[in-house]
């Protein structure tokens, strides 16, 4: 060893000055690197509040934190052993041990196996935030790790480690010492290759604080520590951990004494260094064993000067990720853990990262600890309380769409990611915003996989390690001062922030004006990210950005008005300048520099008279959103020029009454506004202009007082210079500016004076001799009598009870009355307006108007003048507002009544009675008026069933209603209907009696009775039988055609006494239909026989001429017969069923028997249609043979004439041949359906079961673990399998028929069928479906044995097999087929002589073949070759 050092300096100054003087000739030594003592913004840390320290929460606390031994003995908690992906990572021959990077990622993806988790893509960033990240290739440095590899066979480059200096490690063991000035000249070269030959590559390198110091680790485990000042070796270092591991990181702690270096073994070792007496020593131990969990990355917390006293830096604390999990421990005063946390589920191929930085949250600053292995950044606060004891609180979780394998940060507040494809991501923390996304694929960044498979060794390492490995680059990137270094296999890049000004900048040269404003606009706010460069207080920082956002501008406006299109529409001139001038104007105002855009930016644009015209345009909303006041006059000139050019003129008011004209000739604009109507702006600048309120009142009356005395209608435009004017004058008379704003409070009291006098002047100015008294107060109340009163009520309102006050009030009503009632060109309505103002106001506590009672007189005697009829709803509703306002003790409340009377006013009576409770009388007034007498019904329902009203007056309102119960029910009989049912449902009988008009009672009784009248009445109304039956009385008086429908939603009625009404009515359809209904079946069949065979005579004996109707007559009897017929067919024996359709065959042919002389006009062929049809209806409830006997045995067809109903018996004869291929084709197709579905059955029972597992799924034991045991093992179809005690032990059998069942213990439990004691007729129903079972014994049976014989036995199906069939039949949509061939077979047996016979089964069977809804659908049979 002591012959070492000399060694050492050969090498050093062999490379020291032969391959620097070769490298300084070769190359000229340029570097882009122009500064690289940027701003540390650690040294600017803002005490903010975090942004999320609200969604925090803290880690709960231990009382004794587990101890380090304790945490290497957990097991880790995986749901899934570790499979190795890809098992040629680890064929140590096909690799070359030399090649210790990979080559780039973007280029060969190498391991990245996470492409598929990339769901979501973040938009481009570089429009909101610019470039935010400036990289830079160190080109004096990248040639010379070229150069040194080619001349002096340094190798490539493996680590990068980087303080005041940049220390580069190669795989041939050689370490490149770099200034970092401008030369980026080469300062050192340690070590050799002779040495690298016996230690390998350099797998890591560490520098201490004060650069004075470098660890190298090596790929065969030794370490050596150098001095960078004088390039001596001061220790090599080859125990500090176990041989035949690579060294993967070594990392000096803030104590120059202490290191830590993690090897291939995934053990951490601490390395303490010594100097005694001379004797430099290293003394080692094992912090963390790799055999309980293999550590992959380290990071000791590094403070910065300025927080060197720091109360956690005690702690030299120190953060450990193995692959499940991270360690936080501190190394003094001595060794504790203080927290540990699991990683949960991830890809075992993603890379563990640590990061340590100081952040300022809640006003203090602190440690924070970013880890992450996969796609989730976690972020851990680390306090120090009060006693001593470190606190760990969780921060908001950083979610990406990438899977990591750097991380980096640059600042407090920004952190720099590395994706698996090598694309770097710079990331906002607080605000989790993605700022910039950078490709650096061209770096080509060196990756240590060879170090962690440990391949220099002979790869004795693990799967899991080796995998990781394949996207680590820990040693490839190293940060420092705010850049970041990345080390590519032949060059060397730096990354940093760059400053707002050069952020601006960047996007100014590639022409992205408006991006660079927005930008540079956000660096002014502060809501920028990243931001570097700007110093300060909040003031300075804004000015400085101001004035270069004000070169920006000017710069923009010379561009806007370069880049204009010189020829072409003037369209796309207008375009190109609406999308650039606004941008200007908005930024000049924002930064509140009117100066600056009316003088120079307007100057300047002004030069192009369409830039000019758009910057006007781009004015006018900051103007009418009050943004922009204070315009220079001449600005304001070119501006209503402008839009007047343009003609415009909307506009032009709308920015009229937002501006300061004092500046502008006042006459002119009043002359443009005048001759524009534009007379809002007219208003504002008289106002605002010359104080000046009268004028524009004048100027409208001017306008609209002419037609209005002349008794004309008014044109569209002067209703709305009228409605302007009420406005106005409202406005005035409140104290409000007009259109917007106040008047100021000085002048209130002097517009409030001028506005009245200006109403109360006995004669306008220039007045003609012929112009009544008042015209100003005339003139408003023929406008719009109500507004004008409206508007005096508000100004009222708003009055202070002084004596100049109140004389104006007096003075007001005064001359409305002098000017209304004096005069009979005013409307009643108007007239009730007024004096309904009269009265709210007489109403007030605080009154003090007079008014003449007799006035109200004389206005009731006016609005109820019995002479004129017109105007009769208006003048009552007049009237009704003038009491509700507070008029009525104006009046003698008698006298009104009588004169309402007389009037008919029945509203103002209602309002009267009510007044007095007399709510009967209200009655009469609803029945009286023609408009409101529907509303009745509501108004008695209320008064009956709101709460409020005494039981008197409830009976009174009822009285009265009962004698009124004709006029009621003729109005709405449904109505009336619901009244009774709901609130008198008892008197039913007495409103019965009441009503004398039996067609009153017939609509009153339908609408109770029937519900297909949809009254919502009691549910539980008791309706007596006898009133039923009165109702169905009148039913068959006044509507017949319906009795039979409205009979069959009656319930209350007796059957007797209806038959008798309906006798007495002779509705024979009815009667049959109630003797049907009574189960009189032959007698109802016999009233329906009777009145066809009275049409049938009807048809004999009448002409050609109603031969049609008749014949349709005839057809509807026969038709509801054979209905009658086959209805209760089903339920009667043979000889009944005989006795009906028998006597219907005979009726329809006996007018067939009748000769051509008798009667000539018969329709033979009709009938004969009929009476096949008849047969045909018959045929399936008769047999064959005893219609054909039947016919046959009739005395007319007896002698002989079979030509006469040869017709008869060929169509029967014919239908018996279909039924008949019908029925065998049937079930030919039957029984081969059957029989396909028992071979499907039979093959599904009889085949073997297969089941899941080989062990028993409640004793999870093998089903053979007892040899000695002949223990049988079941078998579900579900495939679990059991032993049968153990089935028995959970009881899941049940006796079915006698028969022990078993079920499957799993399937019912965790399908909740849960009670297995159900009955065999619920497991039939198919409430409880059991697996199919089979049962075998654990081992082969001998051939005598007597279970081996029963197995072998018949098979028969059990219930559950039943059940399986019965699915199977049901797969049939329709009927059973089973049922099908079950009710052919009984058909054929019990009735073998009549296809279709009835079953003698009485009542309870039901044919499926008579079902309506049963089909078949057949092909033809095959053709038969002859």
């Known amino acids: ?115 598929l988790k990339r769901k979501k893509k973040l938009p481009d960033c570089f429009s909101l935030h610019g470039s935010v990240m400036r990289h830079s290739l160190l080109k004096g440095i990248s040639a010379q790790i070229v150069s040194a590899a080619d001349k002096v066979d340094a190798g490539l480059p493996t680590a990068i480690a980087v303080s005041s200096l940049i220390a580069v490690g190669t795989s041939h063991g050689l370490a490149l010492i770099f200034g970092k000035d401008q030369n980026q000249a080469l300062r050192l070269c340690l070590g050799s290759t002779s040495v690298g030959g016996q230690y ?65 073994g995934g053990s951490v ?81 993603s890379v563990p990262l640590l990061a340590w930085h100081f952040v300022a949250v809640h006003n203090y600053v602190n440690p924070m600890l970013a880890f992450c292995r996969g796609d989730v950044v976690h972020f851990l606060l680390v306090k120090r309380d009060e006693s001593g004891a470190i606190h760990v609180t969780k921060q908001k979780h950083l979610h990406l769409y990438y899977d990591l394998i750097n991380f980096t940060w640059i600042n407090s ?108 606009w956000s660096f002014h706010e502060g809501k920028a990210k990243a931001v570097v460069g700007l110093s300060g207080d909040a003031s300075k920082r804004k000015a400085v950005v101001a004035d270069r956002m004000v070169e920006i501008l000017f710069h923009y406006a010379d561009r806007a008005l370069k880049k ?36 120079q930016m307007y100057d300047k644009l002004s030069e192009n008279s369409v830039a000019k015209g758009v910057f006007l345009e781009c004015l006018e909303p900051y103007i009418l959103s009050d943004k922009l006041v204070g315009i220079t006059p001449q600005v304001m000139k070119d501006l209503i020029i402008h839009f007047q050019d343009k003609k415009l003129m909307e506009n032009v008011e709308a920015l009229i009454v937002h501006m300061d004209i004092t500046s502008l000739d006042i006459q002119q604009i009043v002359l443009m506004c005048w001759e524009n109507r534009l007379y809002d702006a007219m208003i504002y600048v008289y106002n605002r202009g010359m104080n000046e309120f009268i004028s524009p009142m004048e100027k409208l009356f001017r306008v609209i007082a002419p037609p209005l005395s002349a008794g004309k209608t008014l044109t569209d435009e002067q209703v709305v210079m009228g409605n302007k ?192 409770h007399q709510y009967d009388k209200i009655i009469d007034c609803y029945l009286r008026d023609p408009l409101r007498e529907e509303e009745v019904f509501n108004y008695i329902h209320n008064i009956l069933s709101i709460p409020g009203h005494s039981a008197e007056e409830k009976q009174s309102v009822w009285q009265k209603a009962m004698n009124h119960i004709e006029e009621l029910v003729s109005l709405k009989p449904c109505k009336a209907a619901e009244l009774v049912a709901t609130h008198f449902s008892g008197q039913i009988e007495t409103v019965i009696k009441k009503l004398q008009n039996p067609i009153l009672l017939f609509k009153f009784l339908r609408s109770l009775l029937d519900p297909r009248e949809g009254i919502h009445a009691n549910q539980e109304l008791q309706i007596s039988p006898c009133i039923t039956e009165q109702f169905i009385e009148l039913l068959c008086q006044f509507n017949p055609n319906h009795v039979i429908e409205t009979l069959q939603v009656l319930e209350c009625y007796r ?158 004869l014919d239908t018996f041949n279909y039924e008949q291929t019908l029925l065998e084709t049937t079930t030919n197709l039957l029984n081969q359906d059957l029989h396909w579905s028992l071979c499907n059955l039979r093959a599904s029972v009889t085949r073997g079961l297969n089941p899941k597992q080989d062990y028993c799924s409640i004793c999870l034991q093998q089903y053979k673990r007892r040899q000695e ?49 159900e009955n065999s007729s619920e497991i039939k129903k198919g409430r409880i479906t059991p697996s199919q079972v089979k049962t075998s014994p654990s081992y082969h049976q001998s051939k005598g044995d007597p279970a081996a014989k029963k197995a072998t036995s018949e098979p028969v199906l059990d219930p559950q097999q039943i059940q399986a069939f019965d699915q199977l039949c049901r797969l049939y949509r329709g009927s059973s087929r089973l049922a099908l061939l079950t009710e052919l077979s009984q058909s054929r047996s019990s009735e073998s002589y009549r296809p279709f016979g009835g079953s003698q089964s009485g009542s309870a069977f039901n044919s499926i073949f008579q079902n309506e809804n049963f089909q078949l659908q057949l092909i033809p049979p095959p053709a038969t070759e002859d």
């Open 413 to 520: 507040r920004t952190v720099v990611l590395l994706d698996s494809v090598e694309k770097l991501h710079v990331i906002d923390r607080q605000t989790q915003e993605e700022l910039e996304t950078v490709e650096i694929s061209e770096v080509q960044l060196v990756y240590n996989s060879s170090h962690f498979k440990s391949l220099a060794t002979g790869g004795n390492v693990s799967q899991a390690l080796a995998l990781v490995g394949e996207k680590a680059c820990y040693q490839s990137i190293s940060s420092y001062g705010g850049q970041i270094f990345y080390l590519g296999t032949k060059s060397v890049y730096v990354m940093m922030l760059r400053s707002w000004r050069e952020r601006v900048d960047h996007l100014l040269k590639q022409d992205c004006l408006t991006e660079a404003l927005a930008l540079a």
């Open 1269 to 1317: 045991m002949t223990e049988e093992i079941i078998v579900f179809s579900c495939g679990h399998l059991y032993h049968s005690f153990c089935l028995q032990s959970k009881e899941c059998t049940i006796e079915i028929e006698g028969q022990t069942r078993w079920t499957c213990y799993k399937c019912s439990s965790s399908n909740k069928v849960g009670k297995l004691t």
């Open 200 to 264: 390998g590559a350099i797998s890591a390198l560490s520098i201490n604080n004060d650069c004075s110091r470098l660890l190298c680790g090596f790929a065969k485990g030794q370490i050596t520590m150098w001095d960078l000042a004088s390039g001596k070796l001061l220790r090599s270092i080859t125990d500090a951990h176990p041989p035949g591991t690579a060294i993967l990181h070594i990392k000096f702690t803030d104590d120059p004494t202490l290191a830590i270096c993690n090897d291939s």
């Open 564 to 599: 204009c299109p010189d020829q072409g529409k003037i369209q796309v001139m207008e375009q190109h300048f609406q999308d650039m001038v606004p941008v200007i104007v908005d930024y000049c105002l924002l930064l509140q520099r009117k100066d600056l855009l009316f003088s």
């Open 725 to 916: 004017l009420l406005v106005y004058i409202s406005c005035c008379l409140a104290g409000r500016a007009y259109p917007l704003g106040d008047i100021p409070e000085d002048l209130v009291p002097l517009v409030k004076n001028q506005v009245f006098e200006f109403l109360t002047r006995l004669h306008s100015a220039e007045a003609s001799p012929e112009e009544e008294i008042y015209p100003h107060v005339r003139t408003l109340l023929h406008f719009d009598t109500r507004e004008f009163l409206n508007v005096l009520a508000l100004t009222f309102e708003d009055f202070k009870n002084d004596k100049q006050a109140v004389e104006y009030q007096q003075r007001i009503v005064d001359i409305l009355l002098k000017v209304m009632v004096e005069n009979s060109d005013f409307t009643p309505s108007q007239v009730g307006c007024l004096f309904t103002f009269l009265a709210r106001q007489l109403a007030k506590p605080d009154n003090t108007l007079f008014v003449n009672r007799t006035l109200f007189d004389q206005v009731l005697e006016f609005l109820c003048s019995p002479d004129d009829d017109s105007r009769h709803s208006e003048r009552q509703q007049v009237l009704l507002e003038l009491l509700q306002a507070g008029g009525i003790v104006q009046f003698e409340e008698s006298r009104l009544i009588r004169m309402a009377e007389k009037a008919e006013f029945y509203q103002i009576c209602e309002f009267m009675y009510e007044r007095e």
């Open 1 to 115: 060893m002591e012959n070492e050092p000399d060694h050492e300096n050969v090498e050093q100054s062999l490379c020291g000055k032969a391959a620097e003087e070769e490298l300084n000739k070769a190359f000229n030594l340029e570097t882009s690197l122009s500064k690289f003592s940027y701003i540390d913004l650690d040294k600017e840390l803002e005490f903010k509040n975090d942004l999320i320290d609200d969604k925090e929460f803290d880690i709960p606390q231990v009382d004794t934190p587990p101890t380090l031994e304790s945490i290497l003995n957990e097991t880790d908690d995986e749901d899934e052993s570790f499979v190795l992906e890809d098992p040629t990572l680890l064929n140590i021959d096909t690799i070359d041990s030399h090649s210790y990077d990979t080559s780039s990622v973007a280029s060969s993806d190498s391991g990245d196996r996470t492409n």
């Open 269 to 349: 070792f601490e390395l303490t260094f010594k100097r005694v007496m001379g004797v430099r020593t290293c003394e080692s131990r094992c912090l963390f064993s790799g055999s309980k969990g293999e550590v992959c990355c380290i990071e000791p917390l590094h403070s910065k000067p300025e927080l060197k006293d720091h109360p956690i830096t005690q702690f030299s604390l120190l953060a450990m990720a193995s692959l499940t999990k991270i360690l936080v421990i501190g190394l003094k005063p001595s060794l504790k853990v203080w927290m540990t946390f699991p990683y949960g589920r991830m890809d075992p191929s």
């Open 1055 to 1212: 059957l007797e006494e209806t038959i008798q009404i309906t006798q007495k009515y002779q509705l024979h359809e009815v009667t049959a239909h109630l003797l049907e209904k009574k189960g009189d079946i032959h007698g109802a069949f016999l009233i329906m026989l009777e009145r066809l065979q009275s049409k049938l005579q009807e048809i004999t004996h009448q002409g050609e001429s109603n031969e049609a109707l008749s014949l349709k007559d005839v057809e509807d009897t026969m038709v509801e017969t054979i209905a009658l017929c086959q209805r209760n067919s089903h339920h009667l024996n043979q000889q009944q069923r005989e006795a009906l359709w028998f006597p219907l065959l005979e009726a329809m042919m006996a007018p067939q028997k009748l000769s051509v002389s008798t009667a000539p006009h018969l329709p033979s062929e009709a009938l004969k249609s009929l009476t096949m049809q008849v047969l045909n209806s018959m045929a399936a409830f008769i047999a064959l043979p005893s219609i054909l006997q039947r016919i046959l045995q009739d005395p007319v067809y007896g002698k002989g004439k079979l030509g006469e109903i040869q017709g008869l018996i060929l169509g029967m």
